[in-house]
């Protein structure tokens, strides 16, 4: 018997579709900005790409692209008048930004009402007081998706492979919101194959390909890999593929539900950039979030 595969893209399609009727109720359509610095192309395509879905979602869109040789003082100038910008919502400031520019310096500077991808420190306290605020995305995706396939997570043992600022560390403080019984694995962990056995939940997110193998695996436990990696392709030679920090084949014959690498988590991010973007409108304009958007 083999597992099922949980299907990343339709779930964030079905989302997209219900961030779309909820912001047609809006009063008004929420703002998304995006900060490009320099010509990054991996870069060029997710803002474009963001750019795109947020149009597709009935929202406004705002692009603000600055040359690779901006100063930091020019793009911390420029999150401050956005800052101060009644009509912008949410502001994205897409990573990484180019060498010699402090991330850190720039993402401290968002207003923490505005900060869509969850980043800030505020937006951090917030998450670890179980307090409202704005999530981080990819971890958000991760419980939608592991909710979806599971159901009520109350009392499951999740185990997250990496506790990244990014992504680990936001995964098990979502995953503990939801009364799961977390355990943070990393590089120290002594055993990993036998913590991961524990798991009713596994969430990878080391970016080590197809590290995590099937007898890793609790059977019947729900893997959400978060892991991108590219590797040369053994079919094609010359050309590289994608694949996550699950061995997939082999464990999907043991896990009760898995995501694939891509289409699993990687779709949900910037569905759930999206859903911010309409959480944070809400709360700054002081309108109801809408149920519509609840998991
Ligand atoms: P980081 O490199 O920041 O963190 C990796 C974590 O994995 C660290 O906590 C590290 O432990 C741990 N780790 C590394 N090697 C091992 C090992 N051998 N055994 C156990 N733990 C280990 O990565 P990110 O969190 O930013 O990203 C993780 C993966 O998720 C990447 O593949 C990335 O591409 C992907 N990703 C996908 C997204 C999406 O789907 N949209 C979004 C963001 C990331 P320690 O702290 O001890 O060093």
């Not at 009364?179 to 194959?193: G, Q």
Request: glycine share 10%; aromatic share 2%.
């Amino acid at each position: 018997m083999s597992g099922t595969k949980i299907d990343g893209r339709a779930y964030a399609q079905g989302l997209r579709e219900r961030i779309t009727k909820a912001v047609a109720g809006l009063p008004k359509q929420p703002t998304l900005a995006v900060v490009l610095v320099g010509e990054d192309p991996a870069s060029q395509v997710y803002v474009a790409s963001k750019a795109k879905f947020t149009v597709e979602c009935g929202m406004r869109s705002l692009e603000h692209k600055l040359p690779a040789d901006a100063s930091e003082d020019d793009v911390v100038a420029l999150v401050r008048s956005l800052n101060e910008d009644p009509e912008c919502d949410g502001i994205l400031v897409q990573l990484p930004l180019p060498k010699g520019l402090n991330s850190d310096r720039v993402i401290a500077e968002i207003h923490p009402d505005k900060d869509v991808d969850g980043l800030t420190e505020t937006s951090a306290g917030r998450l670890s007081l179980g307090k409202p605020g704005l999530r981080p995305c990819t971890p958000t995706g991760c419980v939608m998706l592991a909710k979806d396939a599971l159901g009520d997570l109350s009392g499951k043992h999740c185990v997250v492979l990496g506790r990244s600022i990014l992504v680990g560390k936001p995964a098990a403080l979502l995953f503990l919101e939801q009364n799961c019984t977390v355990t943070i694995a990393h590089s120290r962990t002594k055993d990993l194959p036998a913590v991961c056995r524990e798991a009713d939940i596994l969430v990878p997110a080391v970016g080590r390909p197809q590290m995590v193998k099937a007898e890793w695996i609790k059977p019947g436990a729900c893997v959400i890999d978060v892991g991108i990696n590219r590797v040369d392709s053994i079919k094609n030679p010359g050309k590289t593929r994608l694949v996550g920090d699950v061995d997939y084949l082999p464990s999907k014959k043991v896990a009760g539900s898995i995501t694939p690498v891509p289409g699993g988590v990687g779709p949900m991010t910037i569905a759930c950039l999206l859903r911010n973007t309409v959480i944070a409108a809400c709360m700054r304009r002081g309108w109801d979030s809408p149920e519509i958007l609840d998991f």
